[in-house]
Nanobody
Framework: QVQLVESGGGLVQAGGSLRLSCAAS????????MGWYRQAPGKQRDLVAS???????SYADSVKGRFTISIDNAKNMVYLQMSSLKPEDTAVYYC??????????????WGQGTQVTVSS
C-alpha cells in the first residue's frame, strides 16, 4: 500500500554532516506524521525526530540543536539534516510514516533503514 525508501546514509567523520531522505510512495493515502528512528547494535530502536504534516517538530534531547527534520507534503518526503555528527550517532536510521487511507484507516509504515557511521 505504502512504501518508504530511505537514502543518504554513509560514512562521515566526526563533526561532519549528512542529509537523510525518505520518500513515501503509493496511492490513496495522506500523511499525518513522519519520523526518524535509530538503532545501534545491541540497543532498542529510539525516536530521533518527528514532524507532523502541519510542520510541528519534536527531537530527542541527544540530537536537539544538531539535527533538523523537515517535510515536503507535496512530494511526500521527509528529510533529516544531521550536523556536528558524533561517533555515538552511529546507527541504522529508519523512517516511519503514519498515514490515513480512505479518510478513515490509519496505518504506520517503516522504511528499510540506512546505515550512518561516524568515525572519530
Amino acid at each position: 500500500q505504502v512504501q518508504l525508501v530511505e537514502s543518504g546514509g554513509g560514512l562521515v567523520q566526526a563533526g561532519g554532516s549528512l542529509r537523510l531522505s525518505c520518500a513515501a510512495s503509493g496511492s490513496g493515502f495522506s500523511i499525518n506524521a513522519m519520523g526518524w528512528y535509530r538503532q545501534a547494535p545491541g540497543k532498542q530502536r529510539d525516536l530521533v525526530a518527528s514532524i507532523t504534516s502541519s510542520g510541528s517538530t519534536s527531537y530527542a534531547d541527544s540530537v536537539k540543536g544538531r539535527f533538523t527534520i523537515s517535510i515536503d507534503n507535496a512530494k511526500n518526503m521527509v528529510y533529516l539534516q544531521m550536523s556536528s555528527l558524533k561517533p555515538e550517532d552511529t546507527a541504522v536510521y529508519y523512517c516511519k510514516a503514519v498515514v490515513v487511507i480512505q479518510k478513515f484507516y490509519q496505518y504506520q509504515y517503516w522504511g528499510q533503514g540506512t546505515q550512518v557511521t561516524v568515525s572519530s
